[in-house]
């Protein structure tokens, strides 16, 4: 588990400090960093970006006490805890992103899907994940013209114009496989139906599922759509009756990173251009039949599949944290006996790989590569749900609101506020209890921050706590040099 470790005692779940600095991960990138770096400017000519370098940094400090923490104290019986501070990163740190994805999860289904049906549409622009991760701005456009043709579709289904009606979505960009793999796809919750005004009261009219022929339909029409957008705007070319993509970002370090990470091939390195090695076992023909409601198409495809009715708000939310989960799970990341990196793949694929087999190196190209830009929004609203929409306010769960199946005061749907602590997500999300003394039951009160790194010190002997020394940053050992 990323975000703690389990504690069991007679009196329930209490936190545990996590170690980082135990982990394979953690220890991958404190023993390679400079290296890779090294490696990056020599087969470049350039360094990385500096909030790649950022990326990486403040892993490292993530979760280590050296590096600062919160100081917790029973007020019954002097009972005292140390909580690190995080780093709050969005590329790979498991921790960090497991906070993210219980928060964003819980956010959506307390205060923004309204109860409701909800489809998942799922979309996969294969062909351009190389381009969209050089060019993120484009995603805004392409997608306006998702929501645009699949709005469309519920309106008419709902057999009702667009001026009548109107849908929305939350759309959740996924920039990464279970391979460490940059595979930049489109997570839309879809409010399955539409709404009109009846005597100024927003009012929800639910649609069928659609069909393969359907689907396929609106898959061609979202394709032609894109195709005419990105040629528009010159990211795609067209001669002699070929069609094929403008040089992404040649000057730019991370593009053959994220190239390579896109077709599971090798950036740099002896085995530059080459795939990774996999391991794989008999293809499992039962995993591999096709669904109902997914369609391809010249490398696109269209899933619409998953589907929650008004009453499964607990499935609602498990398929958020799903969809927001990190890149990079400690548990599935391992060493060989040649050193070399093992990942496990979530899910087999149809051919049988279950495995992926990287020199260390090689697994840091994969790191950088699923480093998103600053200011990149991953989260979008549409239609009804998006910020400013008139109807928003009239459908969205009200913040006071309970479920019945709920006890009071264990359900996290009652607090007013749209942020949760992370003591409560803990709570809420893996049953961990870092509110109460583990000893006495008694309240845990915060009385210092420490980011001081004497006092740190100080403390940390004085508690006879164990913590790997503050590692200088890269800035900190050219200033020395």
């Known amino acids: 588990m990323e975000a703690a470790q389990f504690a069991a005692t007679g009196k329930g779940v209490h936190y545990e400090r996590r170690r980082p600095e135990d982990t394979v991960l953690d220890q991958l990138v404190q023993e390679h960093l400079e290296t890779f770096l090294a ?101 805004a456009p392409v997608l306006r013209i998702v929501h645009r043709v699949i709005s469309t579709f519920l309106i008419q289904q709902a057999g009702l114009k667009r001026a009548e009606a109107a849908t929305g979505a939350v759309t959740l960009i996924q920039r990464f496989g279970s391979a460490a793999n940059l595979n930049i796809h489109l997570h839309g919750l879809v409010l399955d139906g539409v709404y009109c005004a009846s005597e100024g009261v927003p009012v929800f009219h639910p649609v069928r599922a659609p069909t393969p022929g359907e689907l396929q339909s609106l898959l061609n ?25 403008a040089d992404p970002d040649p000057e730019s370090a991370l593009t053959p990173l994220q190239a390579a990470a896109c077709t599971y091939r090798i950036a740099f390195g002896p085995r530059a251009g080459q795939k990774v090695l996999t391991l794989q076992t008999v293809p499992n023909p039962v995993a591999s039949s096709a669904s109902q409601r997914c369609v391809n198409e010249q490398g696109f495809s269209l899933h619409a599949e998953v589907r929650l009715g008004i009453n499964q708000r607990h499935k609602l939310e498990h398929l958020c944290r799903y969809i927001t989960r990190p890149a990079i799970a400690n548990e599935r990341l391992a060493l060989n006996r040649a050193g070399q990196v093992v990942l496990t ?32 929004h991953l989260i979008r609203f549409h239609g009804v749900l998006a910020p400013n929409a008139k109807l928003r306010p009239a459908i969205i769960p009200s913040r006071d609101a309970n479920p019945a199946a709920l006890d009071q005061a264990e359900s996290p749907y009652s607090s007013p506020l749209a942020r949760m602590s992370w003591a409560r997500l803990l709570k809420r999300v893996f049953h961990i209890d870092l509110e109460h003394c583990p000893n006495c039951g008694g309240t845990l009160t915060i009385i210092a921050a420490l980011l001081d790194p004497t006092a740190i010190a100080h403390i940390l002997t004085g508690l006879s706590a164990r913590a790997p020394p503050r590692r200088p940053r890269s800035d900190d050992l050219l200033a020395t040099a």
Do not use: N
């Not at 990326?55 to 006490?65: D, K, N, R, T, V």
């Not at 928060?103 to 190389?130: G, K, M, N, Y």
């Not at 029409?221 to 993509?245: A, F, V």
């Open 39 to 139: 490696q990056v400017e020599l087969e470049t000519g350039a360094g990385l970006p500096e909030f790649v370098k950022e990326e990486f940094e403040a892993f490292l400090e993530c979760g280590i006490l050296a590096h600062g923490f919160l100081r917790l104290r029973c007020a019954d019986c002097a009972h005292e805890k140390l909580v690190a501070f995080s780093c709050k990163r969005r590329g790979f740190c498991p921790s960090c992103g497991a906070r993210r994805m219980a928060e964003t999860a819980a956010h959506l289904v307390d205060h923004v899907i309204p109860r409701v049906p909800v489809r998942q549409w799922v979309s996969f622009p294969i062909p351009l994940r190389v381009l969209f991760a050089a060019h993120p701005h484009l995603l």
């Open 345 to 376: 793949l979530k899910t087999p694929y149809r051919d049988g790989t279950t495995h992926i087999v990287m020199e260390p190196l090689e697994f840091m190209q994969r790191l950088a590569a699923l480093v998103p830009r600053p200011r990149l």
């Open 221 to 245: 029409r979202i394709i032609k759509r894109l195709m005419k957008l990105l040629t528009r705007k010159g990211y795609l070319i067209e001669e002699q009756g070929m069609t094929y993509l």
